[in-house]
């Protein structure tokens, strides 16, 4: 009885001319832009040389560093606090029984995913403009805990699907021997999750740190962040400085990412 011919999806045809066309669709704008952030001329059009003056013209900018810092620290208070919110999240939706109402728990705080990101603006601009009518403070406090509300989730997942894989008779194992609840955490679990908490902790820091929407209708004026303030720029006229941070914006990017799998090899 002859055996079946093997099923190899790269070997059907079409398969190699569809993925070479998505690659180029999601891969050449991006390049194009990193490509046109090192030109040396005015235009954003016309290559005039290689160049790093915009790069040296952005970091010069006084908009842009205040810009950037703004971000930054936005991003990081922001993720910090997500972070921690996500892991008591989990924690507390994960290391128990099955009961009735843990999968409107976990619908709950998944529901900012799956809101169209202008209603959650819309939302936090209405009971913000009162609150700071109320209190008389306009800082960034408003915008750290909008970042930090639709952070959660982001955060959340996967720290959850790391303590889902995890063994939990280990954590049994220390009860047994007389660990109190703290030091098992402290001493089993929160190692063996660290690498969850990282990778939650990075996905919500770049999430944050490139938020357009939310930032642009929680934000008092002098509040721009670097997104905002690129958006600003556009508005008024396009220059290849805003290729440079736009590409500065995704070597941050790569830089996370290369970050976290180097710890995880490490971990491994």
Same mark, same amino acid.
Request: proline share 3%; hydrophobic share 65%.
């Given at each position: 009885m002859a055996s079946r011919p093997h099923f190899d999806i790269r070997r059907q045809p079409g398969f190699v001319a569809i993925a070479l066309f998505t690659f180029a669709v999601l891969y050449l704008p991006i390049a194009t832009l990193v490509?046109?952030?090192?030109?040396? $001329?005015?235009?954003?059009?016309?290559?005039?040389?290689? $160049?790093?003056?915009?790069?040296?013209?952005? $970091?010069r900018n006084a908009a842009v560093q205040d810009a950037a810092w703004r971000s930054f620290v936005i991003a990081t208070s922001a993720a910090t606090v997500a972070t921690i919110a996500a892991t008591m999240a989990a924690i507390a939706t994960t290391r128990t029984p099955p009961y009735r109402g843990l999968g409107f728990k976990y619908a709950f705080i998944n529901?900012?995913?799956?809101?169209?990101?202008?209603?959650?603006?819309?939302?936090?601009?209405?009971?913000f403009s009162r609150i700071k009518v109320w209190t008389g403070y306009s800082g960034l406090g408003y915008l750290i805990l909008a970042h930090t509300a639709f952070c959660i989730p982001f955060a959340y997942l996967p720290i959850r699907a790391r303590l889902e894989s995890m063994d939990s008779s280990l954590e049994r194992a220390a009860a047994d021997l007389y660990a109190t609840p703290w030091r098992a955490f402290r001493r089993v679990t929160l190692p063996l999750l660290r690498p969850g908490i990282i990778a939650g902790f990075m996905l919500a820091f770049?999430?944050?740190?490139?938020?357009?929407v939310i930032t642009e209708f929680v934000k008092s004026g002098g509040q721009d962040t670097l997104p905002t303030y690129m958006l600003g720029q556009i508005r008024r006229e396009v220059t290849p400085e805003v290729n #440079?941070? #736009?590409?500065?914006? *995704?070597? *941050? $990017?790569?830089?996370l990412v290369t970050v976290f799998f180097v710890i995880n090899r490490k971990k491994a």
């Open positions: 490509a046109y952030a090192f030109n040396a $001329s005015d235009s954003v059009t016309v290559w005039g040389g290689l $160049s790093l003056r915009w790069f040296v013209e952005a $970091s529901q900012p995913l799956m809101v169209p990101e202008i209603v959650t603006a819309v939302a936090l601009l209405i009971v770049v999430i944050s740190l490139d938020d357009v #440079a941070i #736009a590409t500065a914006f *995704l070597a *941050l $990017s790569v830089l």
